[in-house]
Nanobody
Framework: QVQLVESEGGLVPAGGSLRLSCAASGRSLRFNIMGWYRQAPGRGRELVAT???????NYADSVKGRFNISRDSAKNTVNLLMNSLNSEDTAVYYC?????????WGQGTQVTVSS
C-alpha cells in the first residue's frame, strides 16, 4: 500500500508564496513521475506540474514562471514552490505519483489566495 501525504496548505495573500511538500510512504516503489494537480470549485482536476525521475518538468501554462517543482527520488518526496499567487490559484492541491502503470493520489490540501 502506498500513501502520499501532503503538507498543509493555507491562506496566502495575493502576491505571496507557499511551498507544498508531499512524501510517499508504505510500499517502496520507484516512481516514474511525481507531481501536483489541483481542483478549484466547480472545475475539474487539472495538472499543475510534474517531474520525472530524470528531472524533466512539465508545467501548466497558467503557472509557468511562477511555480517550481522539485523532487528527491531517494526519499520519494516532491515539492511545489508557488510564487506570485493569485486568486486563480485557489484550489485543493493533490499530490500525484505514478509507478508500474498505477496512479497514486494524496488526500488533497486546500490553498486559498486572498485578494
Amino acid at each position: 500500500q502506498v500513501q502520499l501525504v501532503e503538507s498543509e496548505g493555507g491562506l496566502v495573500p495575493a502576491g505571496g508564496s507557499l511551498r507544498l511538500s508531499c512524501a510517499a510512504s508504505g510500499r517502496s516503489l520507484r516512481f516514474n513521475i511525481m507531481g501536483w494537480y489541483r481542483q478549484a470549485p466547480g472545475r475539474g482536476r487539472e495538472l499543475v506540474a510534474t517531474i520525472t525521475r530524470g528531472g524533466s518538468t512539465n508545467y501548466a501554462d497558467s503557472v509557468k514562471g511562477r511555480f517550481n517543482i522539485s523532487r528527491d527520488s531517494a526519499k520519494n518526496t516532491v515539492n511545489l514552490l508557488m510564487n506570485s499567487l493569485n486568486s486563480e490559484d485557489t484550489a485543493v492541491y493533490y499530490c500525484y505519483a505514478n509507478a508500474l502503470s498505477t496512479n497514486y493520489w494524496g488526500q488533497g490540501t486546500q490553498v486559498t489566495v486572498s485578494s
